[in-house]
Structures are given as C-alpha cells and as structure tokens.
C-alpha cells in the first residue's frame, strides 16, 4: 500500500505535468490567434497591405498577354516584382473589385511602385521607356553607368 508522502509525490507530479500541458496549449493557441488575426479582414485591406509591403507589386492573370509585357518590363530590368495572379486564388474576383474600387480600373496588369499606382501595361511600358520606371525604382543612376561603360 501507498504511504501518503507517495500519494502526495504523485499527485504533484500529475499536477505539474497538467500545468505543462496547459501551457503548452495556451503558448499554441496564442500563437495561432496571432497569425489569424495579421491576414486583412478583407480584400481591400489585403490590396493595400500587399501594396504597402513590397516595392514593386503586379496584380495580373496567369493566362494575360497584357500582364506578361508588363512582367517583362521588370525583368528586363532586372526588378523582382511580387505577383498576385488574381486567376489563381479563390478570392481573385473580390481583389480584383477592390481594386476597382481603390484604383477606378478593373483591367488587368495593375501596377504599383513603392505604393503608388502606375497603371496598366501600357503605363509601364511607357514609364519604361520614357526612363520614367528606373527613376521610380531608383535604377536610373545604374543604367547611366551602364551606358557610359
């Protein structure tokens, strides 16, 4: 039988192992409400996070003749730009509405440097080259060099 010391040790050592295991699953669940509550509440907000946290933001169509020459304007020089494929994602109609709201286009590429709008691809073309994009990427210094080499 049992002493009661024993039971005593027991029973602590089934109490600390609880109070592990709740602190294991507060740690996981705060963890979890955390990274639930960073996504935008709505596509709005997901335009304008995703144009506040990147340089240089695209949002397109896979499938876009239109969105593919304004992809390559980047490439071209060399810029990585983020890309929302909007025919990709469940939501794409919805961001894509947003965007109509936020910018007054609904077309596709719409361009964004630094979180300003530039347009479509024909505005990005333009910009490119007219030396107006290496400017707004502050490019333009190291294109000169290029040049005079």
């Not at 509440?41 to 144009?51: E, L």
């Amino acid at each position: 039988m049992a002493t009661p010391s024993a039971i005593s040790g027991n029973v602590l050592s089934l109490l600390q192992y609880i109070s592990l295991i709740t602190l294991i699953v507060s740690l996981l669940t705060a963890s979890y409400s955390t990274s639930v509550e960073a996504k935008p509440k709505s596509p709005a907000a997901f335009v304008k996070k995703t144009i506040s946290s990147h340089s240089i933001v695209i949002f397109s169509k896979s499938y876009c003749p239109y969105c593919k020459r304004a992809k390559a304007v980047f490439k071209e020089l060399q810029q990585e730009p983020y890309v929302v494929e909007l025919d990709e994602r469940d939501d794409g109609g919805k961001i894509q509405d947003a965007l109509s709201e936020i910018v007054g286009r609904r077309t596709v590429p719409q361009v964004f440097i630094n979180g300003k709008h530039l347009g479509g691809s024909d505005d990005t073309v333009e910009a490119y080259e007219n030396g107006e994009l290496a400017k707004l990427l502050g490019i333009d210094d190291a294109v000169d060099e290029e040049e005079e080499l």
